[in-house]
């Protein structure tokens, strides 16, 4: 029997549904975790010489943070899950700021130290600074977007700031879709090697500047670090 077709008022509520987000299922959280100890274990490859202060202190502390917020993962917006937020995003940032930190060191490296820098350790090292720079935007979009992984689960969550394809065309995928962390993973590896938005696009001031940032990482890391190691072998 052939299904009767949706009124327009019917589809019109189907389509703003799907455009604003879906409130989320509660999702597993090892492959954000996972994706910090891969960062952590990227920063302790690095030469030593790249690491902001002793080699680690900073792996170390962000190991000790992330310890902690595995024992201590409420569920729902009590006190307690604001709190695990913010050191989340602590967490997230010094992360962020200690992959800058050595992107920087590098360079510095190469403008007034070239010659003590060798192409197979520029070839790791922009490799390293790469896969971190994805990985921590990733975990950025996945903990920011909608207000959390926590605040996705509300029906009244705030306003989405990446639009995925399921959500303008819900039609194409399962019933009351949402994000999980590979999606966003996705989007800041393309984001990384496209230097701008693919099939997902970004809604708001902030995830327009996150994108804008991981672009420039990214193009100073392969222009700067990768193109002078293909010298440096030629």
Same mark, same amino acid.
């Given at each position: 029997?052939?299904?009767?077709?949706?009124?327009?008022?019917?589809?019109?509520?189907?389509?703003?549904?799907?455009?604003?987000?879906?409130?989320?299922?509660?999702?597993?959280?090892?492959?954000?975790?996972?994706?910090?100890?891969?960062?952590?274990?990227?920063?302790?490859?690095?030469?030593?010489?790249?690491?902001?202060?002793?080699?680690?202190?900073?792996?170390?502390?962000?190991?000790?943070?992330?310890?902690?917020?595995?024992?201590?993962?409420?569920?729902?917006?009590?006190?307690?899950?604001?709190?695990?937020?913010?050191?989340?995003?602590?967490?997230?940032?010094?992360?962020? /700021?200690?992959?800058?930190? &050595?992107? !920087?060191? %590098?360079?510095?490296?190469? @403008?007034?130290? $070239?010659?003590? +820098?060798?192409?197979?350790?520029?070839?790791?090292?922009?490799?390293?600074?790469?896969l971190t720079n994805v990985i921590v935007f990733a975990l950025w979009y996945w903990e920011l977007d909608r207000g959390g992984p926590e605040e996705r689960r509300m029906r009244r969550h705030p306003q989405p700031d990446f639009l995925f394809p399921q959500m303008?065309?819900?039609?194409?995928?399962?019933?009351?879709?949402?994000?999980?962390?590979?999606?966003?993973?996705?989007?800041?590896?393309?984001?990384?090697?496209?230097?701008?938005?693919?099939?997902?696009?970004?809604?708001?001031?902030?995830?327009?500047? /996150?994108?804008?940032?991981? &672009?420039? !990482?990214? %193009?100073?890391?392969?222009? @700067?670090?990768? $193109?002078?190691? +293909?010298?440096?072998?030629?």
């Amino acid at each position: 029997m052939a299904r009767p077709p949706a009124s327009k008022s019917d589809s019109s509520v189907a389509h703003d549904s799907a455009s604003w987000g879906v409130a989320a299922k509660a999702q597993p959280r090892w492959p954000a975790r996972l994706a910090i100890l891969v960062a952590i274990a990227l920063t302790l490859t690095l030469p030593h010489r790249l690491h902001v202060g002793p080699s680690l202190l900073v792996p170390g502390l962000e190991f000790v943070l992330l310890i902690a917020l595995t024992l201590a993962t409420p569920l729902g917006m009590s006190e307690e899950a604001r709190i695990r937020r913010f050191a989340a995003i602590v967490l997230i940032a010094l992360i962020q /700021l200690t992959n800058i930190a &050595s992107l !920087v060191l %590098l360079v510095r490296l190469l @403008l007034y130290h $070239a010659s003590s +820098v060798t192409g197979i350790e520029l070839i790791y090292s922009s490799i390293g600074l790469w896969l971190t720079n994805v990985i921590v935007f990733a975990l950025w979009y996945w903990e920011l977007d909608r207000g959390g992984p926590e605040e996705r689960r509300m029906r009244r969550h705030p306003q989405p700031d990446f639009l995925f394809p399921q959500m303008m065309t819900p039609d194409c995928t399962v019933p009351g879709w949402t994000p999980g962390f590979v999606d966003y993973l996705y989007v800041a590896f393309t984001n990384a090697t496209a230097f701008s938005p693919t099939d997902t696009m970004p809604l708001t001031p902030w995830s327009k500047s /996150l994108m804008l940032v991981q &672009s420039i !990482v990214s %193009l100073a890391t392969i222009t @700067l670090v990768a $193109a002078r190691a +293909v010298n440096i072998l030629n």
